[in-house]
Each structure stands twice: as structure tokens, then as C-alpha cells.
């Protein structure tokens, strides 16, 4: 059964740390999403991927947090200097692309990284 | 900017009895519809997909979908204590991302 894979699971860490989380897609899903869960905010669409290019990164501190895709099948997810409003769980989801289907394909969730920073 | 509005509950329901969660959006160019279930502390899984409007049924879960009222709505029938978990909406039109809603706690009373 193929499934999204996300390292760390968990986290723990000290505010001003670097913290880097990764997520392996689904093989041949070339979609990449990478969400931000919190009790107060819900699902936040953070970055977005295709063909390993970023098309909206817009939901994401500029300032602080990188997203990349150096293969197709590893994408990172980096927060410098890390903050203690950052702590959430952080999901990664891939899909395939809609051309020639149905007009888009559902995301597939990874396990999320629970991060916690002191 | 485009929102997908659930109610958050909970919405408590007896077992067996039939559950109905409710979704509305506001991009009317919006053609995918998708619901997810979440346990707690878990991740959200795909239950049901729907791109036409109408009904689409797959075992104890009916989606509906209404393009005219930007309604959509999840049926989950026979309902079992199994099923309690929130319901996410999410909505997604041609060339943009998915926008998912705030989510609907269900809980089913045994």
C-alpha cells in the first residue's frame, strides 16, 4: 500500500534551532503539498509543488521557512530560526496530476512531523 | 478569497442514525469536492471525492453536491461510534490549490 512517508515524526527542540522535516511523495505522484495544523488555524496550505518546481509558497513565512524538492522523491520542509509559534503538526500530501482525468486528484496525507519548540 | 465554510460541532448523532455534514464555498469556479476523515491526532484520510453535481454513493457514505447553491454536503449512514472523528471539506478548482475547511466534529453515541 503506498503511502506518504514524514521524518521526524516528532520534534522537540529550543526556539532559534533549525529545524528541518522531511516527506517522501508517493512514487510517481508529482504533487507536493506541505500543510500546517493547529488547533487555533486548522489545515493551512504552507507550499505546493509540481514537477518538483514550487507554484505557491505564498502561505509561508518568507522570512523564516524554505520548502524544496531536490528529487522527486524527497522534499524538505526548513524553518530558520525556529519560534515557538511554530509549533504545530506539519503534513505533507502528494498527488498526481489532473490532465487527461478527472479535473483534479485527491492528496494523500503523510503521518504530519509534531513539532514543539520551547 | 475563496473559503469553504463547515459548521464545527460537534454533531452528536445515536448509532445507526444517519449523519449529515454540511460544506459551503465561495468560488463558484471551484470543480473538485473532498471530504476527509480525521481522527484525532492522526492525518487526514480521502473518503469521498465528488466532481459532477448530483449524488455519489460508496458504501455507507453519500456525497451531494450542489454547483447553483455551492453546497456540499456527506452523508454517512448507519452511523457507528467507529465513524466519530472531524470531517474536513476541502474544495479545489481548475489550476488552484485546495482550500480545506475549519472541519466538523462528529461523534456517534453508542
Known amino acids: 500500500d503506498a503511502r506518504v512517508t514524514q521524518t521526524p515524526r516528532h520534534k522537540v527542540t529550543e526556539m532559534g534551532q533549525e529545524v528541518t522535516m522531511r516527506c517522501q511523495p508517493i512514487?510517481?505522484?508529482?504533487?507536493v503539498f506541505w500543510y500546517r495544523q493547529t488547533m487555533m488555524q486548522g489545515l493551512e496550505l504552507l507550499a505546493y509543488?509540481?514537477?518538483?518546481?514550487?507554484?505557491?509558497d505564498s502561505g509561508m513565512p518568507k522570512d523564516r521557512f524554505s520548502a524544496e524538492m531536490p528529487d522527486a522523491t524527497l522534499a524538505t520542509l526548513k524553518i530558520q530560526p525556529s519560534e515557538p509559534r511554530d509549533s504545530a503538526v506539519y503534513f505533507c500530501?502528494?498527488?498526481?496530476?489532473?490532465?487527461?482525468?478527472?479535473?483534479?486528484?485527491?492528496?494523500?496525507f503523510g503521518d504530519g512531523t509534531r513539532l514543539s519548540i520551547l | 478569497q475563496k473559503e469553504v465554510e463547515q459548521n464545527s460541532g460537534p454533531l452528536s448523532v445515536p448509532e445507526g442514525a444517519i449523519a449529515s455534514l454540511n460544506c459551503t464555498y465561495s468560488?463558484?469556479?471551484?470543480?473538485?469536492f473532498f471530504w476527509y476523515r480525521q481522527y484525532s491526532g492522526k492525518s487526514p484520510e480521502l473518503i469521498m471525492f465528488?466532481?459532477?453535481?448530483g449524488d455519489k454513493e460508496d458504501g455507507r457514505f453519500t456525497a451531494q453536491l450542489n454547483k447553483a447553491s455551492q453546497y456540499v454536503s456527506l452523508l454517512i449512514r448507519d452511523s457507528q461510534p467507529s465513524d466519530s472523528a472531524t470531517y474536513l471539506c476541502?474544495?479545489?478548482?481548475?489550476?488552484?490549490?485546495?482550500?480545506f475547511g475549519p472541519g466538523t466534529r462528529l461523534s456517534v453515541l453508542p
Open positions: 465528488i466532481y459532477s453535481n
Open positions: 476541502a474544495v479545489k478548482g481548475y489550476g488552484q490549490n485546495f482550500v
Open positions: 509543488f509540481r514537477n518538483r518546481a514550487p507554484l505557491d
Open positions: 468560488d463558484r469556479g471551484s470543480q473538485s
Open positions: 512514487l510517481g505522484h508529482n504533487t
Open positions: 500530501a502528494s498527488g498526481l496530476p489532473s490532465a487527461g482525468g478527472p479535473p483534479n486528484q485527491p492528496q494523500h
